[in-house]
T-cell receptor, first 116, second 110 residues
Framework: NAGVTQTPKFRVLKTGQSMTLLCAQD?????MYWYRQDPGMGLRLIHY???????AKGEVPDGYNVSRLKKQNFLLGLESAAPSQTSVYFC???????????????FGPGTRLTVL | KNEVEQSPQNLTAQEGEFITINCSYS?????LHWLQQHPGGGIVSLFM???GKKKHGRLIATINIQGKHSSLHITASHPRDSAVYIC????????????FGKGTKLSVKP
């Protein structure tokens, strides 16, 4: 099993360009998440999904869109990239809600995005 | 004020030392998570606990629900333990998202 994979690993964009980050998991998990990690700050939730066809906003959703057309994939889109979106993006998945004490979260390797 | 606070922010230890990282939180939670972020950036979940204590190898995690505090201990520390240790809490409900602390950067010198 590959676990959680992310594509691409690195990307440089110019302001105003668009791109899509792909997250894939092969563990049949219901829940998937997109986070961003910035220096001096904890991981912050951008969007999440509690199942195929569903998405919900997290703490910092502005400037991002997501889609979960297939259970195994969770896409994060930047329609018009801004320098403030320079960050490391992590995808994660979990079998169910993390409020359940039996579930843990599995992370992808991260995508380092620079917006010039 | 952050809902999840960790201390210290940075910690340097000599190989073999006993290490303690602390986490305090200000919200009601259903579970607390400890994660490790390797120097290369990968993040792995170490523990999830809602009461008492858990042990895995040289790592021990404890939680005091009433005091809203958790500790992560590393016994007989080793340079390979050098990483950022992150505390996160999950609140009840179906949302399933975590609130993260800023992390504690640990460096263990040989």
């Amino acid at each position: 099993n590959a676990g959680v994979t992310q594509t691409p690993k690195f990307r440089v964009l110019k302001t105003g360009q668009s791109m899509t980050l792909l997250c894939a998991q092969d563990m049949n998990h219901e829940y998937m998440y997109w986070y961003r990690q910035d220096p001096g700050m904890g991981l912050r939730l951008i969007h999440y999904s509690v199942g195929e066809g569903t998405t919900a906003k997290g703490e910092v959703p502005d400037g991002y869109n997501v889609s979960r057309l297939k259970k195994q994939n969770f896409l994060l889109g930047l329609e018009s990239a801004a320098p403030s979106q320079t960050s490391v993006y992590f995808c994660a998945s979990s079998p169910g809600s993390l409020s359940l004490t039996t579930d843990t979260q599995y992370f992808g390797p991260g995508t380092r995005l620079t917006v010039l | 004020k952050n809902e999840v606070e960790q201390s210290p922010q940075n910690l340097t230890a000599q190989e073999g030392e006993f290490i303690t990282i602390n986490c305090s939180y200000s919200v009601g939670i259903s579970a607390l998570h400890w994660l490790q972020q390797h120097p290369g950036g990968g993040i792995v979940s170490l523990f999830m606990l809602s009461s008492g204590k858990k042990k895995h190898g040289r790592l021990i995690a404890t939680i005091n629900i009433q005091g809203k505090h958790s500790s992560l201990h590393i016994t007989a520390s080793h340079p390979r333990d050098s990483a950022v240790y992150i505390c996160a809490v999950s609140r009840g409900g179906s949302q399933g998202n975590l609130i993260f602390g800023k992390g504690t950067k640990l460096s263990v010198k040989p």
